[in-house]
């Protein structure tokens, strides 16, 4: 029986092709012969109880200048899926988290979520890492422009972060005697009124 395979995922044309994991799976799935449907945040819906998707078949190929191709467009049950990749990348916003419990009632109507949704909203990329204490540089979360510059004169030389981002956007790194740790701290913060991260930088 051929394995149905469905990806949420950013616009697909807008992936760097030499580095995107999502495409690197599409194209081991599709060479196992599994069909592919693609789907964007955008397409998520629930109809009644029903975890629903406007989908689009997609066939992927190996070539930097004609990476994919998309063929018959349906409205389909999640559930009908066998295994949902959610590959969007962050940052976890609204519309995201609105997503997560849409794929939750995918999950309950039989699909596997990979990841499960549950753990998508459970598990933040950067704030999970500070259960290991003794494995990671100090850190601090906060949206107090005290707290980080008490951090930073402890350190001296800091990574100023968001919590939500990813791909290396808005990363600081914050030597000792730079001025322009103030400015930093409210760009990320948006002047106290988002929590950011902080960490000591390891040479």
């Given at each position: 029986?051929?394995?149905?395979?469905?990806?949420?995922?950013?616009?697909?044309?807008?992936?760097?092709?030499?580095?995107?994991?999502?495409?690197?799976?599409?194209?081991?799935?599709?060479?196992?012969?599994?069909?592919?449907?693609?789907?964007?945040?955008?397409?998520?819906?629930?109809?009644?109880?029903?975890?629903?998707?406007h989908t689009r078949s997609l066939t992927v190929?190996?070539?930097?200048?004609?990476?994919?191709?998309?063929?018959?467009?349906?409205?389909?049950?999640?559930?009908?899926?066998?295994?949902?990749?959610?590959?969007?990348?962050?940052?976890?916003?609204?519309?995201?988290?609105?997503?997560?419990?849409?794929?939750?009632?995918?999950?309950?109507?039989?699909?596997?979520?990979?990841?499960?949704?549950?753990?998508?909203?459970?598990?933040?990329?950067?704030?999970?890492?500070?259960?290991?204490?003794?494995?990671?540089?100090?850190?601090?979360?906060?949206?107090?422009?005290?707290?980080?510059?008490?951090?930073?004169?402890?350190?001296?030389?800091?990574?100023?972060?968001?919590?939500?981002?990813?791909?290396?956007?808005?990363?600081?790194?914050?030597?000792?005697?730079?001025?322009?740790?103030?400015?930093?701290?409210?760009?990320?913060?948006?002047?106290?009124?988002?929590?950011?991260?902080?960490?000591?930088?390891?040479?």
């Amino acid at each position: 029986m051929t394995i149905r395979l469905g990806i949420v995922m950013d616009p697909i044309e807008d992936i760097h092709f030499k580095k995107d994991s999502s495409l690197a799976m599409l194209l081991a799935a599709q060479n196992r012969g599994w069909e592919i449907e693609y789907m964007e945040l955008p397409d998520l819906y629930l109809d009644g109880g029903k975890a629903m998707a406007h989908t689009r078949s997609l066939t992927v190929r190996s070539d930097p200048d004609d990476w994919y191709s998309f063929g018959a467009s349906q409205d389909m049950a999640l559930g009908d899926l066998d295994v949902i990749l959610m590959r969007k990348d962050p940052p976890v916003d609204r519309e995201f988290l609105i997503a997560t419990y849409i794929l939750e009632s995918a999950e309950q109507q039989g699909a596997l979520v990979v990841n499960p949704a549950a753990t998508l909203r459970d598990c933040n990329e950067k704030l999970f890492a500070a259960q290991f204490e003794d494995l990671t540089p100090p850190l601090l979360v906060s949206r107090s422009s005290k707290r980080f510059r008490e951090f930073y004169a402890r350190h001296g030389d800091i990574i100023m972060k968001p919590v939500d981002g990813m791909g290396g956007h808005s990363i600081f790194r914050v030597k000792e005697n730079d001025f322009n740790l103030g400015v930093i701290i409210e760009t990320l913060t948006n002047y106290g009124a988002h929590q950011a991260m902080a960490q000591k930088f390891m040479t």
